[in-house]
């Protein structure tokens, strides 16, 4: 509801155009530097951008905040914990997922969500991402620690309102398609009841 999504703008005081946000624990496997470095590069043409990371925490914390004070300070966000994740995803214009290689993440449950939610995906193919994720037709996908793809992914959206309208409508569609609650159920009870 708009109430939710505003208690969570509210809380983290998100503002500013366009808010990118990535969901992942400060490891280096995540590729935050990546998008950390591509949102650098962001703010110069949209001075009035905000980063988002949420789950921000992690064995690898030092370093990410080493680079995140190279921002200007009021150009990022940190959040350690947010409940409500989907009021948190409907914050966000564009959501940067970019594990540095394919099997970092075992699943990768932020795709599903971010695309459910209707907000553009920038990644790279970890975990599941590679068994759906088609470049151009339900995301962005960029190269493994590469900051340049990832940061003309998030202005691919920006700029392309036609483009950004049938990757989310896609995208919305393909996880209701393959990750749809029943549909899952039978395919468990399939693979019980064949043993």
């Known amino acids: 509801s708009s109430e939710r999504i505003q208690r969570v703008k509210s809380t983290y005081t998100i503002s500013g155009y366009p808010v990118i946000g990535m969901v992942s624990r400060y490891e280096s496997g995540k590729g935050i530097e990546y998008g950390i470095a591509a949102f650098q590069k962001l703010i110069v043409e949209y001075p009035c951008a905000r980063l988002v990371i949420a789950n921000a925490f992690g064995s690898d914390a030092t370093a990410i905040k080493s680079q995140l004070a190279t921002l200007p300070p009021d150009s990022f966000i940190e959040i350690i914990h947010e409940n409500d994740i989907a009021a948190l995803y409907k914050c966000l214009d564009v959501l940067l997922h970019t594990p540095v290689d394919v099997t970092y993440e075992a699943f990768g449950q932020v795709y599903i969500e971010a695309m459910a939610a209707a907000v553009p995906v920038v990644c790279t193919l970890s975990g599941i991402a590679g068994e759906y994720i088609t470049d151009g037709r339900n995301a962005v996908v960029a190269d493994y620690k590469n900051e340049e793809q990832i940061y003309e992914g998030i202005k691919k959206f920006l700029n392309d309102a036609s483009f950004k309208e049938n990757i989310v409508g896609q995208a919305k569609k393909d996880v ?20």
């Open 176 to 195: 209701s398609d393959i990750f749809d609650f029943s549909k899952i159920m039978s395919e468990l009870n399939k693979l019980y009841l064949s043993v």
